[in-house]
């Protein structure tokens, strides 16, 4: 593959996920379950619909945290993309970016406890 088809295919990857996940943030779901299936599905539009959102900074964080430790599927067909013909597989590629993902999910939440705690602690409570 020549550096342009590499580029224009990884570009493509970029825009039609872009598209899905502004479509699905048009579905009258929750605002917390769009966040999600936006930032899973392309992690540029899901990182800003997350930084937009009228979810507190300690859950901010955490969803910007673990959408960019995923990537998004975006990502993950960027990279089988490039994969394509060799000997490594997507799928325990996909099964350790979302190993690393709930990692990172805690150890972001983690962080905000411990430098705000009441952060995360529920309104009324010490």
Do not use: D
């Not at 350790?96 to 995360?120: N, R």
Request: one cysteine or more; glycine letters at 10%.
């Amino acid at each position: 593959m020549n550096g342009f088809e590499t580029l224009t295919r990884l570009g493509g990857y970029i825009m039609l996920f872009s598209m899905i996940s502004s479509m699905l943030q048009l579905i009258p779901f929750p605002e917390s379950i769009n966040l999600m299936l936006c930032g899973f599905t392309e992690i540029t539009n899901g990182i800003k619909a997350v930084s937009q959102s009228s979810l507190s900074p300690a859950h901010r964080y955490t969803l910007a945290m673990a959408f960019t430790a995923f990537g998004g599927l975006s990502g993950l067909a960027q990279t089988g993309s490039m994969i394509k013909g060799t000997s490594l597989s997507i799928k325990t590629y996909g099964m350790f970016k979302l190993i690393m993902t709930v990692i990172t999910a805690v150890l972001a939440w983690a962080a905000v406890s411990l430098v705000y705690p009441a952060a995360v602690l529920p309104a009324g409570l010490p």
